[in-house]
């Protein structure tokens, strides 16, 4: 099975599909201390992330859906990640049947609107193509994804603990009306 992975372009970002020469640069990314605060608070080593780098690439082929690389139009750079995926967290039928969004942006682009710019493009793209309800997990001290998440039209299901960490988990049952 083949699938082509869209390209979404916004005002500032590039959301495209995730090529070997990123690899070294997601990496780095999931690495990062900041980049990792609210998502497990340990940076990963090379070997995760490449495990995680592959399993991006995966999802795809298997679901017709996935995380799509963040470029920086101006520098062409990659700042991030963003997407759909299942998780199956073993979090609840109600949490593990729709698949979850996230998002992982650099520190050097993270205060500026980039965030809710290529999540909104995403989220966008996927009402457009798969549609029905989704779900994300963010640490309910990480307000600014949360905002982010709320903008999107997500709403609080509950609070769990997650690989020893609290997570808030929200879904979605569809897009937000504006």
Request: proline share 7%.
């Amino acid at each position: 099975m083949s699938r082509t992975i869209p390209t979404i372009n916004t005002a500032r970002a590039t959301l495209r599909a995730m090529r070997p020469d990123d690899f070294d640069r997601y990496a780095q990314i999931w690495a990062m201390p900041e980049v990792v605060r609210y998502i497990g608070a340990i940076p990963r080593s090379r070997d995760e992330s490449w495990n995680a780098f592959l399993r991006n690439a995966g999802h795809w082929q298997v679901s017709g859906f996935g995380q799509w690389a963040v470029e920086d139009q101006a520098s062409k750079t990659m700042v991030g990640q963003v997407g759909f995926f299942y998780g199956a967290r073993g979090l609840g039928e109600d949490f593990n049947l729709a698949p979850e969004a996230g998002w992982v942006l650099c520190p050097n682009v993270q205060g500026k609107g980039l965030g809710g710019e290529v999540v909104r493009a995403a989220h966008d793209w996927f009402d457009r193509v798969i549609t029905g309800p989704l779900n994300c997990m963010i640490h309910p001290d990480h307000a600014v994804s949360l905002h982010i998440a709320d903008q999107q039209g997500y709403v609080p299901l509950r609070d769990v603990e997650h690989a020893g960490d609290p997570v808030r988990l929200l879904h979605r049952k569809s897009p937000p009306q504006v």
